[in-house]
């Protein structure tokens, strides 16, 4: 398979991957649970739980018809989230589900996944560059132990979280020496950046590069693979933004450039 083809055979599967059930165009909602209340758009009464346990306590009654773990809930349950040995998964009708997420100061939230939602039946595309080669540049990879970064994120008003980071990716272009600050995205690394085609050709808050080094640090930077953040499809995700040094200034002309929905020039 050549380069070409292996770059539709990935498009393909991005967007089979959005589509699904639980994929990004399916998220409704994340809803913060801090005290005992009721949430939109899914039955029940919800409340957190005490410091140090997972998940979050479900109050419903069989009416509601909550399955946890295909199970009916009829009175008080647990939910346990998804840093949990056993999470807990819900079904609230036969297109509609959730789980519970853990946030980065652990107080929990409800995610609902509607595989037939608004976004789904709506999409249309993702509007992509041609594949370019010369964009598949040769990089290395630093380990920087214990070293942490400020990170913003989309929804969160200009408040910083402070994230790990196990180095940075170095790659030359034109000339010029850049370095990317990278964060762990299981066995590979996650370049949050943006360039200088963010929010004029390309989505605003930026776009996700997925890169795994090799034993001797050295990995190739394939930028046709950049891809838009889970919030460019649903407005329920938090992502995070580029950093200072992520923020490239020439146009990176390749990869995911906006979501396009049926009616509208893009979402």
Not at 211 to 235: E, K, Q, W
């Amino acid at each position: 398979m050549d380069a070409i083809e292996q770059f539709e055979t990935f498009r393909q599967r991005r967007r089979r991957a959005v589509l699904e059930p639980k994929g990004n165009l399916a998220l409704v909602a994340t809803h913060w649970v801090e005290q005992e209340q009721k949430l939109w758009n899914v039955p029940g009464v919800w409340s957190p739980l005490s410091p140090g346990h997972s998940g979050l306590q479900l109050e419903a009654k069989t009416i509601d018809n909550i399955r946890l773990n295909g199970e009916l809930v009829d009175g008080r349950v647990v939910v346990n989230g998804k840093d949990s040995d056993a999470p807990g998964e819900l079904t609230f009708s036969s297109t509609v589900s959730g789980f519970v997420i853990a946030g980065h100061d652990k107080k929990y939230a409800l995610r609902v996944w509607d595989s037939e939602s608004e976004a789904v039946k709506g999409f249309e595309q993702i509007d992509t560059f041609p594949y370019n080669p010369d964009w598949v540049l040769e990089g290395k990879f630093t380990e920087k132990p214990g070293a942490t970064l400020p990170f913003e994120h989309s929804k969160d008003e200009g408040v910083t979280r402070v994230l790990e980071v196990p180095g940075d990716v170095s790659f030359s272009y034109l000339g010029q020496d850049y370095s990317l600050a990278a964060i762990r995205s299981g066995k590979a690394l996650q370049l949050v950046y943006s360039d200088a085609t963010s929010g004029n050709e390309t989505y605003g808050v930026g776009r996700f590069l997925f890169v795994v080094p090799r034993s001797d640090g050295s990995l190739t930077l394939d930028f046709n693979n950049g891809i838009l953040p889970p919030c460019a499809f649903s407005y329920a995700f938090n992502c995070p933004m580029p950093p200072a040094q992520n923020r490239l200034k020439f146009p990176i002309e390749a990869g995911e450039k906006n979501v396009i929905f049926k009616g509208s020039l893009e979402h």
